[in-house]
């Protein structure tokens, strides 16, 4: 079992939708939670971090943790076609904070 | 402010080769590590270097290896390269290697062995 799982889609939504990624972690010891944007051919992109259960907000991305469930979601508002991209999520431990472990990554399409 | 650069971009090498990455973090960045990126198996972590020690390590054969110079820039190495090594490699740079310091990936070095 890996140590996240994500839905790797492809995931496909028409402009303005709202869009809602999620991941699940096994460990629980994990208490560093991430959200990553990669265009292609590109390096990663940090969207959102936190550390608690519960939403961040920041413009139109919202992140979601539940620690109880081991669940992180992403949810993004008014979807725009820039908003094409892989999406990956991440977790990490507070001690070895750069040792991350990535999801799959979630390819999403925003269609015109 | 510069971000992470990467060297070379692109690159091709034959099995049995041996490679070496570049990374130049952000100034000011002490902690760099190291992740492959591949369609199979997607971001995985290969080490993390801070003031020069490794501090972590992930779960790659010993062909992999890296340093970090005084300066915080980093070199990864491949020695005898398999088809399989082919990927893209990814630096991340981060302030002091703590938590709630933002990771900052570099667009990565593409590697393809033949």
């Known amino acids: 079992q890996k140590e996240v799982e994500q839905d790797p889609g492809p995931l496909s939504v028409p402009e303005g939708a709202i869009v809602s990624l999620n991941c699940t972690y096994s460990?629980?010891?994990?208490?560093?939670f991430m959200w990553y944007r990669q265009y292609s051919r590109k390096g990663p992109e940090l969207l959102m971090y936190?550390?608690?259960?519960g939403n961040k907000e920041d413009g139109r991305f919202t992140a979601q943790v539940d620690k109880s469930s081991k669940y992180i979601s992403l949810f993004i508002r008014d979807s725009q076609p820039s908003d094409s991209a892989t999406y990956l999520c991440?977790?990490?431990?507070?001690?070895?904070?750069?040792?991350?472990?990535f999801g799959q990554g979630t390819r999403l399409t925003i269609n015109p | 402010k510069a971000g992470v650069t990467q060297t070379p971009r692109y690159l091709i090498k034959t099995r049995g080769q041996q490679v070496t990455l570049s990374c130049s973090p952000i100034?000011?960045?002490?902690?760099v590590s190291w992740y492959q990126q591949t369609p199979g198996q997607g971001l995985q972590f290969l080490f993390e270097?801070?003031?020069?020690?490794?501090?972590n390590k992930g779960n790659f054969p010993g062909r992999f290896s890296g340093r970090q110079f005084s300066n915080s820039r980093s070199e990864m190495n491949v020695s005898t390269l398999e088809l399989g090594d082919s990927a893209l490699y990814l630096c991340?740079?981060?302030?002091?290697?703590?938590?709630?310091?933002?990771?900052?990936f570099g667009e990565g070095s593409w590697l393809t062995v033949v």
């Open positions: 100034s000011g960045h002490r902690s």
């Open positions: 936190t550390y608690s259960s």
């Open positions: 460990n629980s010891a994990f208490q560093y």
């Open positions: 270097y801070f003031s020069e020690t490794q501090r």
């Open positions: 991440a977790v990490g431990l507070i001690q070895g904070a750069q040792k991350l472990v």
């Open positions: 991340a740079s981060q302030e002091a290697g703590d938590p709630g310091n933002t990771i900052y």
